[in-house]
């Protein structure tokens, strides 16, 4: 048998140095603690509420004659949840529609025993639906409460684990953005995969000790010739073991893992009424512009008034950009350049601060009026864009329409952007907007807007501008 680095000190592959609890275990229990008390007291204020509003009868389940009838209550809602999942970590905290599922089917358990057990002696009706969409209600925003404080202290760099990464250099940089976009690890260090086989895996593990590290990610798996005697060195240390995936590039969020042959593979369904989405989203922008139409009213009848007051020429600018399948409309905006813009634009491409030169965009453009460059601030001047998404030549949410200029200095791969309905606003409005000097980033928030698009998203875009606008990041 051939000696390794691993094998000298011991017989045994399976046998540790020493007992230890898992790494990472206590925040783990934390977090599960956390929330099961925030359930609780949530949920037990459900029921009272419930019970204040709802018609009172005389029953042993009340919490009124006997508070200690909720323990066998809150002990099957809370029970549910954790059979679904709902105190795990990751995203399954988050997965609220099996917290809907999970209060909703707890209510039925709890309806079938009071069934058998005295039928007339629950609670009335009004109080059980009450405490059903009480619970849903509280736990729901308990859960969300919960998560952003989270995310918040993660950001500040707190709660998260330490992590090692191993990878072969030239996906080293990939693999540490992917990691860095979970934004609940702490990198600690990352090690050339060939070197460490190379030198063999006992330097290795013992630096990983060394640091604290809780969980290690390795790329290329398969790959590994040790990869027996590296698992069990990890697992007898209490560190948790990852595989990244060989491309390291993200899936879209409709997908759904699972084993075949115990192999792990990645599965892509529709949803159950294809297309209907799409069409859900054509009426809520149809809708939504004609109500914010009526509403901005007054606000478009003040910036006509300034921008006639300001400069003279028309109140709109209508340039022709490039669409869905490339097919070419007028964009409607409020002017906020000179009349001669156009022309002058040829005598200031020497000046473009676009690395690539696919866009054209100067921080201080010398074409813009005082009123426009206000109107630039806040993105004002794309109001008028809401007719564009009436006439259905845009979306509220989607890829930037641009200029003809602009798609002339395409290459083949640009081209897919135009696959799908441009939009007033996307995620590249919301990831710095003018702030990022290089298409090709334009090109991957659109390639990831297209691949994980869902209305949720859509939703979320819409709200991150607001705060975008509010704060004038990125703008000019």
């Known amino acids: 048998m051939t000696n390794t680095p691993l094998l000298k000190t011991k017989l045994d592959l399976r046998e540790p140095v020493f007992t230890t609890l898992r790494k990472g275990i206590g925040?783990?229990?934390?977090?599960?603690?956390?929330?099961?008390?925030?359930?609780?007291?949530?949920?037990?204020?459900?029921?009272?509420?419930?019970?204040?509003?709802?018609?009172?009868?005389?029953?042993?389940?009340?919490?009124?004659?006997?508070?200690?009838?909720?323990?066998?209550?809150?002990?099957?809602?809370?029970?549910?949840?954790?059979?679904?999942?709902?105190?795990?970590?990751?995203?399954?905290?988050?997965?609220?529609?099996?917290?809907?599922?999970?209060?909703?089917?707890?209510?039925?358990?709890?309806?079938?025993?009071?069934?058998?057990?005295?039928?007339?002696?629950?609670?009335?009706?009004?109080?059980?639906?009450?405490?059903?969409?009480?619970?849903?209600?509280?736990?729901?925003?308990?859960?969300?409460?919960?998560?952003?404080?989270?995310?918040?202290?993660?950001?500040?760099?707190?709660?998260?684990?330490?992590?090692?990464?191993?990878?072969?250099?030239?996906?080293?940089?990939?693999?540490?953005?992917?990691?860095?976009?979970?934004?609940c690890y702490r990198i600690m260090g990352f090690s050339d995969l060939s070197l460490a086989e190379e030198l063999g895996w006992g330097e290795t593990i013992e630096h990983i000790q060394s640091l604290g590290i809780v969980e290690v990610f390795i790329c290329y798996w398969g790959t590994i010739k040790e990869r027996m005697?590296?698992?069990?060195?990890?697992?007898?240390?209490?560190?948790?073991?990852?595989?990244?995936?060989?491309?390291?590039?993200?899936?879209?969020?409709?997908?759904?893992?699972?084993?075949?042959?115990?192999?792990?593979?990645?599965?892509?369904?529709?949803?159950?009424?294809?297309?209907?989405?799409?069409?859900?989203?054509r009426c809520f922008d149809f809708c939504s512009s004609i109500i914010?139409?009526?509403?901005?009213?007054?606000?478009?009848?003040?910036?006509?008034?300034?921008?006639?007051?300001?400069?003279?020429?028309?109140?709109?600018?209508?340039?022709?950009?490039?669409?869905?399948?490339?097919?070419?409309?007028?964009?409607?905006?409020?002017?906020?350049?000179?009349?001669?813009?156009?022309?002058?634009?040829?005598?200031?491409?020497?000046?473009?601060?676009?690395?690539?030169?696919v866009l054209f965009k100067i921080k201080s453009d010398p074409r813009i009026t005082k009123v426009g460059k206000f109107l630039r601030h806040y993105s004002l001047d794309e109001l008028p864009q809401l007719l564009n998404v009436i006439f259905g030549e845009m979306s509220l949410v989607g890829p930037r329409p641009l200029p003809v200029r602009d798609v002339n200095n395409f290459s083949e791969h640009h081209f897919v952007r135009q696959a799908v309905l441009p939009g007033i606003t996307g995620l590249w409005q919301v990831s710095g907007r003018s702030d990022i000097t290089n298409f090709e980033q334009v090109i991957q928030l659109d390639f990831f807007y297209i691949e994980n698009w869902s209305l949720l998203l859509d939703l979320q875009i819409l709200m991150q501008t607001v705060t975008v606008l509010i704060y004038r990041k990125g703008a000019y």
């Open 27 to 183: 925040r783990g229990w934390l977090r599960r603690l956390t929330l099961l008390s925030v359930d609780s007291t949530l949920l037990f204020a459900a029921w009272q509420v419930a019970e204040t509003y709802g018609t009172p009868i005389a029953s042993p389940w009340s919490v009124g004659n006997n508070p200690m009838s909720l323990l066998p209550i809150l002990t099957t809602q809370i029970g549910v949840m954790a059979a679904q999942g709902l105190y795990e970590g990751g995203q399954k905290r988050c997965a609220y529609r099996k917290l809907i599922k999970s209060l909703t089917l707890s209510h039925i358990v709890l309806l079938i025993i009071a069934f058998f057990y005295k039928p007339g002696d629950f609670v009335s009706r009004s109080t059980f639906i009450l405490s059903l969409l009480l619970s849903i209600l509280f736990t729901y925003a308990g859960r969300l409460s919960v998560d952003f404080i989270i995310k918040h202290l993660r950001q500040k760099g707190a709660m998260r684990s330490p992590i090692f990464l191993i990878c072969h250099p030239k996906d080293t940089e990939k693999a540490i953005n992917l990691l860095k976009r979970e934004k």
């Open 229 to 281: 005697f590296l698992y069990w060195n990890l697992r007898n240390a209490g560190i948790t073991l990852n595989i990244l995936p060989i491309g390291l590039e993200p899936f879209s969020q409709r997908s759904e893992p699972f084993m075949i042959g115990g192999i792990p593979s990645i599965k892509f369904s529709p949803p159950l009424i294809t297309g209907s989405d799409f069409w859900i989203k």
């Open 292 to 357: 914010l139409l009526l509403l901005a009213a007054p606000i478009y009848l003040l910036i006509v008034l300034l921008i006639k007051l300001d400069s003279p020429g028309p109140v709109f600018y209508k340039q022709t950009r490039v669409g869905l399948n490339g097919k070419q409309f007028k964009v409607w905006k409020f002017r906020t350049m000179v009349t001669n813009a156009d022309k002058l634009q040829k005598e200031l491409e020497a000046y473009n601060e676009m690395k690539d030169g």
